[in-house]
Every structure is written in structure tokens, then in C-alpha cells.
């Protein structure tokens, strides 16, 4: 299955439009917006929980780093939050479900495979640094492949975005506009290396999830 698996080009998908997509655990839905593979894939997703719902134990032999966007993900590490900003490494082992339900952000198959580095993180804990007029930053997680940030626009702010190594932005509150579309909650956008764009932050302003420079190379399907 391949969806929006042209990494040389623009994508950008609304996810908030779209229908839920049942997964093969039952209550587990998704909203895909772009992947390579079938069930075992690289993947990036908004996957829903509902009450009570779990997968079995298992292994994320790719990694795993997801966002919580609302409810509580819970697995025997603890329980996860919205605002919760979690890497699973590669060979890292779990059993995820979530007994209130949860939506969540996430990302398969896309380490550095010698990566071993977990991290937690509860961003509702964090503060974020002003860093230009309009502009705050909360850094989450930083490597020699990448860089991930959440960052607060306020209202109207203009950006100049340079996405050497290409990047991803994925609305969490308000919105902004790009090339003339609108983005807002759950819209997703990815900018192929050396790609450069545009954006103004909406009349309420803008908190965003952005991941830099993990397209320097390009991104293939996990052997099955």
C-alpha cells in the first residue's frame, strides 16, 4: 500500500475530513496520511483508540514515536497524557491500549535502526522559548538525522519556512495558511527536501508539532 509515498513531493492531507479506517485490533481506527508497506510499514498516522481497547505485546523493530492528541495512552511504562511526546527505539517492546480512549499522532519505521534512545516527555511541563517576533519553540528531541519541536505562532505571524532535509507540520490548535490552503486541526503537511514555503498563522494563532531534516534520506518500506 503506498499513500503519499513520493517523498521528492508536497503532501498534504486534512485528516480531521476524513473517515476512520478500522486497523486488525478491534477499536483501534486510523487516518493514514502517508505510508509505505502494508500492515508492516512505514507509516505515519492518526490512529484512535476507543475505551478499553489494546493491541498484543510486541515488538517495534522500525521505533515508534507518537503524540498524544487527546484521552490517555497507556502501556506498562505508564500512562501517557495528551501533550505526551513519546520515542520507542527500535527493538523496543510494549503492550499499548488506553482504558479512557485516546487519539494519537504517530510515526512507524522511521529510525535510525542503532538508535536506542527513549524518550518521554510531557510537554504540558514545558515551557517554550521565544525565538523571534511571534515565534516560541519547545524542543523535544534532536539528533544528527533530525529535529523535533513544537512551536506556538501567534496570530498573523508570516514564516519563511527552508526545509533543507525536508519537514512536517502537523496542527495541534488554530491553524495557518500555505500556497493558498488553509490548515487546522489534525492537517498535515510535509515539504520534500529543498523545498521552501510560505506561512501565515491564522487569527488565533497557531501550535504546531514540526519535524526537520528526516528526509535527507530517502525513506524506504520496511523488509517484511
Not at 71 to 89: C, K, L, M, T, W
Not at 91 to 108: D, E, N, Y
Amino acid at each position: 500500500m503506498d499513500i503519499n509515498a513520493d517523498f521528492s513531493q508536497r503532501a498534504a492531507v486534512h485528516a480531521a475530513n476524513l473517515p476512520w479506517t478500522p486497523s486488525p485490533v478491534a477499536g483501534v481506527d486510523r487516518r493514514m496520511l502517508d505510508r509505505m508497506g502494508d500492515e508492516l510499514a512505514r507509516a505515519t498516522s492518526i490512529v484512535r483508540y476507543a475505551p478499553g481497547s489494546a493491541f498484543s505485546p510486541h515488538v517495534h523493530t522500525g521505533g515508534e514515536e507518537f503524540l498524544v492528541l487527546d484521552g490517555v495512552f497507556s502501556d506498562e511504562h505508564g500512562d501517557f497524557p495528551a501533550g505526551s511526546y513519546i520515542r520507542n527505539p527500535p527493538q523496543s517492546r510494549h503492550r499499548p491500549g488506553s482504558v479512557p480512549g485516546c487519539t494519537i499522532f504517530v510515526k512507524l519505521w522511521q529510525f535510525d535502526l542503532a538508535d536506542r534512545t527513549h524518550v518521554r516527555i510531557d510537554t504540558s511541563k514545558m515551557r517554550f522559548q521565544p525565538v523571534s517576533d511571534g515565534i516560541e519553540v519547545m524542543p523535544l528531541f534532536s539528533d544528527k538525522r533530525e529535529e523535533v519541536v513544537q512551536e506556538r505562532w501567534a496570530p498573523g505571524t508570516a514564516l519563511d519556512m527552508n526545509a533543507d532535509g525536508g519537514a512536517e507540520i502537523l496542527v495541534l490548535q488554530g491553524g495557518f495558511e500555505e500556497g493558498g490552503e488553509a490548515f487546522s486541526p489534525q492537517s498535515w503537511l510535509r515539504l520534500p527536501r529543498g523545498a521552501r514555503a510560505n506561512l501565515v498563522s491564522g487569527p488565533d494563532g497557531a501550535l504546531v508539532w514540526i519535524k526537520r531534516g528526516h528526509l535527507s534520506v530517502d525513506p524506504v518500506a520496511p523488509e517484511v
